[in-house]
Every structure is written in structure tokens, then in C-alpha cells.
């Protein structure tokens, strides 16, 4: 039965890593949820559980091509989010956030309907400002590996911005940071996922640089959260807000607690960094504590362990 207080809500990108744990989330706060999704990085056994739900619905399509539904509210998610995933077709990657954005803005538009958008902590690039706060214009290099996903996600901002001004449309934007939990893609390349899979199987633990540079990792749960809170803020706030775990760790503490949390042979191997990694990254997240009440609840310990028995999970049944 539809219930007097449901809406029909699009989630872009819905078979992602954080598409699908909003599609589930807004489906049990019962909603009508529409997931959207071309399949590039995400895949159906993330939504598989969803399928037999009468309020959920999966369309396969690509967003830099016109879309045309009936909704109230839409969470715009897709593109690719690992340096390795958004840099194997770079071109594709700044047309998902530039096109992709202004066919989703534009359906907002039709519909009066209220749309967020998932942005980035890249948009502060490697920044000199630290911790980052909204009010720091960022440090980006336009025409490097990076450049794609950080100058497509702030010419997104720059849509919203100029759609909100121009016709009126209700907008909201997080800037994500780093963000992991289950059904990340196990090849992704990110850090949490990679570590994990290497401390798994006993195989050395890459460690790009001398792991002096510094993350900022928030669990999942929270993350949905801070985006459904988001989206729920009076009118008259748009963001850009950050959302993410202030609790700064360097890449060589990670590793060492994940080899320690999996009981790992591993040992650490030292790679050459990737051109225009980030040197720092830590989230200031007042606006997010003032304008949402949110805050991150999830310690990293507890995050980490649901994370290594999902990529558990999945080592199993590859094997
Ligand atoms: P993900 O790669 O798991 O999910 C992205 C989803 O978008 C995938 O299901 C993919 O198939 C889909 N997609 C890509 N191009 C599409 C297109 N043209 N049309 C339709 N669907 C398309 O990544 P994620 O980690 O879940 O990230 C989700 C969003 O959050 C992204 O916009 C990302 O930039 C943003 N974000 C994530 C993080 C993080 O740490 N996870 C950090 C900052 C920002
Ligand atoms: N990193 C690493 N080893 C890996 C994967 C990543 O040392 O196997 C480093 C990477 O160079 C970066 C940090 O971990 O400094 C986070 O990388 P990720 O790709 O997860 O996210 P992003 O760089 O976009 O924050």
C-alpha cells in the first residue's frame, strides 16, 4: 500500500557502492525508489535483494542521454568514484558529471523537483588549506590524470549553482570525502578495498608514496545518512556542505591496521604515488553539525570489521 507521506525518489548510479545503500535505506524509510544506472562501475548483485520489492524499480540507462520520468526528489550519484575507475575513460568521466548534470538538472527542472548532488572533496584538489572547510576554493590541476573526475565534479557544483540562481531549482550539495564500506568493487584500486583484499590473501600491501599522506575515512551508514539529512533541509539551505569523518589517519596507519585487524602475513610494500595525489585531506564539518545535526557515529574499527567480513564474503565465493 502506498502510504500518504511516500515519494517517488531517483538514485542515480543506485548499483554503486553508495547508491544501493540509499536505495535500500530509502526504501525501508518507505519510499518509491527509482535506480538508475548504466552499469560501468556498478552491478546488479548490489541491488539483486531489492529486486522483488514492490517499490523498487531499476532502469538501466546512461545519464549524459536525456532521461524522462515522473519524480519528486533525485539523488544524482553517478560517475565513477576510484582514480582507476574514472581515469580508465576520462572523457566519459567529465561528460557523466557536465552532461549527466545537466540532463538531471533539467529533469529537476520539468518536474519542480528537488535533486542533490554527490560531490567531492577533489573539488579542493591537493589542498593547502587544512582541515578543508566549504568556504576554501580548492588547489586543482586542470590538465592532469585527476583533472576529469576534480574539474567534472566542480563544473557540476557550477551547474547546480547556476540552475538554483537562473530557474529556481531546489538544490542541494555534499562534498563527499573518502568514504568505504560493503559493496565497494573489489577492483577499484581505493585504498580501503585494496588493503583489504591484499591483507586477505597474505599478498604484500601496496602503499603508493612513503603512506605519509593523510585520508579521512567515514563508514557508509553514516554517509547515507548525512545525504538523506541533507536532502531534507529547508529550502533555503543548498550547501555545499562536507560530509565525512573528521579522524585523519596517514596511509601508512591504515595499512598497519588493517595487517593487524586481518591477522595478515602481509608485508608492506612502497610504490611510486600517483601524479597530483592529494598530500592531506581532513573534512571540517561545523556546517554539516549546525545545518543537518549530523556527525559521524561509526568508529573506524567497527566500519573496518564489516568491511573485511563482506570482502571475506567475497574471496569465498570467487573461490
Ligand atoms: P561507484 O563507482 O560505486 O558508483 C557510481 C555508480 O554510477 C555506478 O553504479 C556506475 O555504474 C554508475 N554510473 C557511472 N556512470 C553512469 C552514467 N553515465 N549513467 C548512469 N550511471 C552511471 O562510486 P561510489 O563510491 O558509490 O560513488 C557515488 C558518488 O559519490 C559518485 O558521484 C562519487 O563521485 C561520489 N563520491 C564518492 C566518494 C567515496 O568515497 N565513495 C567520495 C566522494 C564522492
Ligand atoms: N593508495 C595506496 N595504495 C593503494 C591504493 C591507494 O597507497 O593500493 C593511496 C593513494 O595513493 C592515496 C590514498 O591511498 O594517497 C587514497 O587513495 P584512494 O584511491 O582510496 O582515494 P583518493 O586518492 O581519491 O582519496
Redesign the pocket.
Known amino acids: 500500500m502506498k502510504s500518504s507521506d511516500q515519494i517517488r525518489i531517483l538514485v542515480?548510479?543506485?548499483?554503486?557502492?553508495?547508491?544501493s545503500h540509499l536505495c535500500e535505506r530509502l526504501l525501508k524509510e518507505g519510499h518509491d525508489v527509482l535506480c538508475?544506472?548504466?552499469?560501468?562501475?556498478?552491478?546488479k548483485r548490489?541491488i539483486a535483494h531489492l529486486l522483488d520489492q514492490p517499490y523498487f524499480e531499476l532502469l538501466r540507462?546512461?545519464?549524459?542521454f536525456p532521461l524522462y520520468v515522473e519524480v519528486d526528489e533525485i539523488y544524482?550519484?553517478?560517475?565513477?568514484?576510484?582514480p582507476i575507475?574514472y581515469q580508465n575513460n576520462p572523457v566519459?568521466t567529465t561528460?557523466?558529471n557536465v552532461h549527466?548534470s545537466i540532463n538531471m538538472l533539467g529533469l529537476a527542472k520539468r518536474l519542480k523537483a528537488k535533486i542533490l548532488q554527490?560531490?567531492?572533496?577533489?573539488v579542493y584538489g591537493d589542498p593547502s588549506v587544512h582541515p578543508q572547510p566549504e568556504n576554501y576554493w580548492g588547489n586543482v590541476n586542470c590538465i592532469g590524470p585527476r583533472s576529469c573526475?576534480d574539474e567534472g565534479?566542480r563544473c557540476a557544483e557550477t551547474l547546480f549553482f547556476d540552475y538554483h540562481r537562473q530557474h529556481r531549482i531546489r538544490i542541494k550539495v555534499a562534498r563527499?570525502?573518502?568514504?568505504?564500506g560493503p559493496?565497494?568493487?573489489p577492483d577499484?584500486g581505493?585504498v580501503i578495498s585494496n588493503f583489504i583484499l591484499q591483507a586477505l590473501r597474505n599478498e604484500p600491501i601496496t602503499i603508493y608514496g612513503d603512506g605519509s599522506q593523510t585520508r579521512s575515512f567515514c563508514y557508509m551508514d553514516d554517509m547515507i545518512s548525512g545525504l538523506i539529512r541533507l536532502m531534507n533541509t529547508p529550502d533555503d539551505f543548498t550547501g555545499p556542505v562536507n560530509l565525512g569523518n573528521p579522524i585523519e589517519l596517514s596511509i601508512l596507519e591504515v595499512a598497519k591496521k588493517i595487517i593487524a585487524m586481518t591477522g595478515s602475513k602481509s608485508k608492506i610494500s612502497f610504490k611510486p604515488l600517483p601524479a597530483d595525489d592529494p598530500k592531506q585531506r581532513q573534512p571540517l564539518i561545523d556546517l554539516a553539525k549546525e545545518k543537518l545535526g549530523w556527525t559521524p557515529e561509526v568508529p573506524l574499527e567497527k566500519g573496518l570489521e564489516k568491511t573485511i567480513s563482506y570482502f571475506e564474503d567475497v574471496l569465498r565465493k570467487r573461490n
Not at 61 to 64: F, L
Open positions: 542515480t548510479g543506485g548499483a554503486g557502492f553508495l547508491g538508475v544506472d548504466n552499469f560501468y562501475t556498478g552491478t548490489n540507462h546512461d545519464i549524459t544524482n550519484l553517478a560517475c565513477p568514484a576510484s575507475h566519459q561528460k557523466v549527466g554527490a560531490s567531492t572533496s577533489e573526475y565534479k563527499i570525502f573518502n568514504t568505504y559493496n565497494m568493487h577499484d581505493r
